[in-house]
């Protein structure tokens, strides 16, 4: 891991995040969150998992920084870095800083074992805005790795050296919901945020929790400061129960993945759609992906597709396409 020295300290604020927020609002032409895959190589091989693997080589930040460039020009508001285990690219901090700089949000999603306090204190002057962290269980399994054993240091360190805001998430059905529960309790008492996400089946569709997991569920959304308002998960109450939820979903438009090819996909159960390269994206193609609804909305649990959806809540659709 490299530590890039730089000149000063860059720090992204609340309300300059709420203006840009703001201003997207009304330009449904920006996208407000994108997610850029940096690596697809992990250091853990949970079982529900098939976005990583043990041999790909980081993607060079030469190419990182031009695929920055692009959503610079497109007026991105977040962008996401994204794995496989992001952490693990030699420059991540130095593509943090190149985002914050270009005048957009940089956040991670980590499964955070590799951070160490020198990390942390590297990611905050680079302008980490915000970093998630994955936890499932209180101890390793035959699912997972994401273990609250293994993430309990890591988010001490968080706590004494953190400037960035940081949120948990664990997925509830890859282990025993009582612990799930206690990971949220153990989470929210350390002062971070905690969200649940449900499991999927191979089409990317939300399995129905059980009553036992549904009770937890219930149980977790209760605990005060879980997460704020503006990050609600209350789509997921109608597919935890089995339920559908209808919904605009603008994958493509105002959320998309960017993979390690530089390709852009709808989401990452959506690979392969559209799959155009970023650098050939224009306004146009999000203006045909916003106003093209998805037929795999009914039942979608990807968080980062129903938050970067919520703007545009109130406008229309003009027909149903992938």
């Known amino acids: ?23 997207a609002a009304l330009d449904r032409d920006r996208p407000v969150l994108v997610q850029i895959v940096v690596t697809r190589r992990c250091n853990l091989a949970c079982g529900y998992c098939y976005e990583y693997d043990k041999v790909s080589k980081p993607v060079p930040l030469e190419e990182l920084k031009a695929r920055v460039d692009t959503l610079r020009k497109l007026k991105a508001v977040f962008v996401t870095l994204n794995g496989g285990e992001p952490l693990l690219h030699p420059d991540i901090a130095e593509l943090v800083r190149y985002i914050a700089e270009a005048g957009m949000v940089p956040m991670i999603n980590t499964n955070g074992h590799v951070l160490k306090a020198q990390l942390i204190k590297k990611l905050n002057e680079a302008g980490l805005f915000g970093m998630q962290l994955s936890c499932d269980s209180l101890e390793d399994n035959e699912v997972t790795e994401k273990s609250m054993r293994r993430l309990r240091p890591k988010l001490e360190l968080l706590r004494e050296h953190a400037q960035f805001m940081v949120r948990v998430n664990g997925v509830l059905g890859s282990g025993n919901p009582a612990e799930m529960e206690q990971v ?66 603008r994958a493509g438009a105002r959320h998309f993945e960017v993979d390690g090819a530089g390709l852009v996909h709808l989401c990452q159960p959506k690979t392969g759609s559209p799959a155009k390269p970023l650098a050939e994206y224009s306004v146009q193609d999000i203006r045909s992906q916003f106003e093209c609804g998805k037929s795999c909305s009914a039942r979608c649990p990807i968080a980062y597709a129903h938050l970067g959806s919520r703007l545009d809540g109130f406008r229309r659709q003009q027909r149903v396409g992938v």
């Open 184 to 249: 949220a309790n153990i989470v929210v008492g350390l002062g971070f945020g905690f969200q649940c996400s449900l499991m999927r089946d191979s089409s990317g569709q939300a399995l129905p929790l059980s009553d036992e997991a549904l009770q937890a569920y219930l149980r977790i959304r209760a605990l005060k400061g879980r997460l704020p308002q503006v990050l609600n998960d209350n789509f997921q109450l109608p597919l935890a129960r089995g339920e559908s939820k209808p919904w605009k979903c």
């Open 1 to 23: 891991m490299r530590y890039p020295t730089f000149d000063q300290p860059l720090r992204i604020s609340r309300p300059r995040v709420f203006w840009k927020m703001a201003k």
